[in-house]
C-alpha cells in the first residue's frame, strides 16, 4: 500500500470520527434577560421610579396582565446535546412591583428549581405587601374558571 493511500484512509476515518465527536459537545442558548444584581442594586425601592427604572435596566418583555403594576424579567438557560431534545437547565424571573405612584414597591428574583419556583432573594419596603406575588398571580385563577362566562347566559 502506497504513503497517499494510507494517509488518504486515515483522513476517510477520522473526518467522520471528529464529526461525531463534534456532535456530542453541549451547546448552550440562552432567552429573554434578566438584571444582574449590580444593576438591580441601584434601583432604590421606595424611591425609584417606572422612568427611572427603564433608564437603570430597560424595559423587560412581561409586564402585569391588566394594572402594569408590575415588570417581569425573564431569562432561562437551554443546553442542547447530540440528537437529544433541548433541556432548560436554568431560569430567573425578577419580579418588580410598583405602588399606585408608579414607584418601585418591590424586587423579588425567583428561580426554578427541580420544577418548583423558589424565591431567590426579596427587597421590601415594608412588612405589609399589599400586591400578589408572581406564584400568586400565576396560580391565582386555576378554579375561578366559569364556562357559563364564555358560553353566554342568554339560553
Not at 433541548?86 to 410598583?98: C, G, L, T
Amino acid at each position: 500500500m502506497t504513503t497517499t493511500r494510507r494517509r488518504f484512509i486515515a483522513l476517510a476515518l477520522a473526518v467522520p470520527a471528529a464529526a461525531a465527536l463534534a456532535g456530542c459537545t453541549p451547546l448552550y442558548r440562552n432567552h429573554g434577560y434578566v438584571p444582574p444584581d449590580d444593576e438591580l442594586a441601584q434601583v432604590a425601592v421606595g424611591t425609584t421610579t417606572q422612568g427611572e427604572l427603564e433608564a437603570l435596566i430597560g424595559r423587560p418583555s412581561s409586564q402585569g396582565l391588566l394594572t402594569g403594576a408590575a415588570w417581569y424579567y425573564v431569562g432561562s438557560r437551554w443546553r442542547t446535546y447530540g440528537a437529544f431534545e433541548p433541556q432548560e437547565i436554568d431560569r430567573q424571573v425578577v419580579a418588580v412591583s410598583f405602588d399606585a405612584n408608579g414607584v418601585v414597591a418591590n424586587i423579588e428574583r425567583f428561580g426554578l428549581e427541580r420544577g418548583r419556583v423558589v424565591t431567590l432573594s426579596r427587597r421590601v419596603t415594608d412588612s405589609g405587601v399589599t400586591g400578589v406575588s408572581l406564584a400568586g398571580q400565576l396560580l391565582g385563577n386555576l378554579g375561578n374558571f366559569n364556562p357559563a362566562g364564555i358560553i353566554g347566559d342568554d339560553g
